[in-house]
């Protein structure tokens, strides 16, 4: 599976962006994940979306301000951010694994599948 991540730009404290992330082949029967990395930090989790049913999980610095969702016809997962902050700030990831159990979706090594990231730059 290959995985495009898109939307990120420039936006101002308190604006939305939503990010893209189209597979190459069906993840409708995968977990699938936002992970970002700020400079000088490492990867960390932001949301997932298990198979099947589709619930979803946020770390709490996103919890409320953050949606993911998917489109399993075109194969794509979303992340739409609301209320973004200059912590916000970072290169976001999508990630996918077919095999992904509930209690390690919030590692970055439980994925085997990622996308090239694409830069979220929040303004003050």
């Known amino acids: 599976v290959q995985l495009q991540a898109s939307g990120g730009g420039l936006v101002q404290a308190g604006g939305s962006l939503r990010l893209s992330c189209v597979a190459s082949?069906?993840?409708?029967?995968?977990?699938s994940a936002w992970f970002r990395q700020a400079p000088g930090k490492e990867r960390e989790f932001v949301a997932a979306i298990f198979r099947n049913g589709g619930r979803t999980y946020y770390a709490d610095s996103v919890k409320g301000r953050f949606t993911m969702s998917r489109d399993n016809a075109k194969n794509t997962v979303y992340l739409q951010m609301n209320r973004l902050e200059p912590e916000d700030t970072a290169v976001y990831y999508c990630a996918t694994d077919p095999s992904a159990i509930l209690s390690s979706i919030r590692y970055a090594s439980t994925y085997d599948y990622w996308g090239q990231g694409t830069q979220v730059t929040v303004s003050s």
């Open positions: 082949g069906r993840i409708s029967n995968y977990v």
